[in-house]
T-cell receptor, first 113, second 107 residues
Framework: DAGVIQSPRHEVTEMGQEVTLRCKPI?????LFWYRQTMMRGLELLIY????????DSGMPEDRFSAKMPNASFSTLKIQPSEPRDSAVYFC???????????FGQGTRLTVV | KNEVEQSPQNLTAQEGEFITINCSYS?????LHWLQQHPGGGIVSLFM???GKKKHGRLIATINIQEKHSSLHITASHPRDSAVYIC?????????FGSGTQLTVLP
């Protein structure tokens, strides 16, 4: 298996633009997580899905952030409109179940200018 | 007080040295995770453990549930081991992360 695949690896966008980050979890994993990593706050869980259903989105910073998982092999994290403070590395991870060992993607480094 | 404390924050070692990174936590946990992050790179999940010890290659992770303490050991360290090592506790849906230990192994 290729592991968790994220795209793009790097994204630079202007403030106010819409940004969409993509994630393909490991086949057979039924839990998917979106994390954000910043220097100030470290790693934070934004949202997680179990069997394609959002279970806990309490970590989503505000309404500008939304996440979807239309099927078991694909998820998106969207920021609209983006702001400079959204600049961070966004990681997607998947696990066999919500208690399992998480496997992380390579991350998307987002820079909002 | 952070729920997960790692020490040291920074560690520099010579190639071949035995390395220990410590993690203490203050909450009850279902599991403890050790993660590795290389500069500019992704995060690799090294271990998930809830008791005893696990070994993978030159890496060994131990946990003492009573003392709420875990250690990550690297034997015969190599420059390619240079990375940030992160301790996290809980299940994947509710991980509390330590601030990480920056390890640099010099040739």
């Amino acid at each position: 298996d290729a592991g968790v695949i994220q795209s793009p690896r790097h994204e630079v966008t202007e403030m106010g633009q819409e940004v969409t980050l993509r994630c393909k979890p490991i086949s057979g994993h039924n839990s998917l997580f979106w994390y954000r990593q910043t220097m100030m706050r470290g790693l934070e869980l934004l949202i997680y899905f179990n069997n394609n259903v959002p279970i806990d989105d309490s970590g989503m910073p505000e309404d500008r952030f939304s996440a979807k998982m239309p099927n078991a092999s694909f998820s998106t994290l969207k920021i609209q409109p983006s702001e400079p403070r959204d600049s961070a590395v966004y990681f997607c991870a998947s696990s066999l179940d919500r208690s399992g060992q998480p496997f992380f993607g390579q991350g998307t480094r987002l820079t909002v200018v | 007080k952070n729920e997960v404390e790692q020490s040291p924050q920074n560690l520099t070692a010579q190639e071949g040295e035995f390395i220990t990174i410590n993690c203490s936590y203050s909450v009850g946990i279902s599991a403890l995770h050790w993660l590795q992050q290389h500069p500019g790179g992704g995060i690799v999940s090294l271990f998930m453990l809830s008791s005893g010890k696990k070994k993978h290659g030159r890496l060994i992770a131990t946990i003492n549930i009573q003392e709420k303490h875990s250690s990550l050991h690297i034997t015969a360290s190599h420059p390619r081991d240079s990375a940030v090592y992160i301790c996290a506790v809980g299940s994947a849906r509710q991980l509390t992360f330590g601030s990480g230990t920056q390890l640099t192994v010099l040739p």
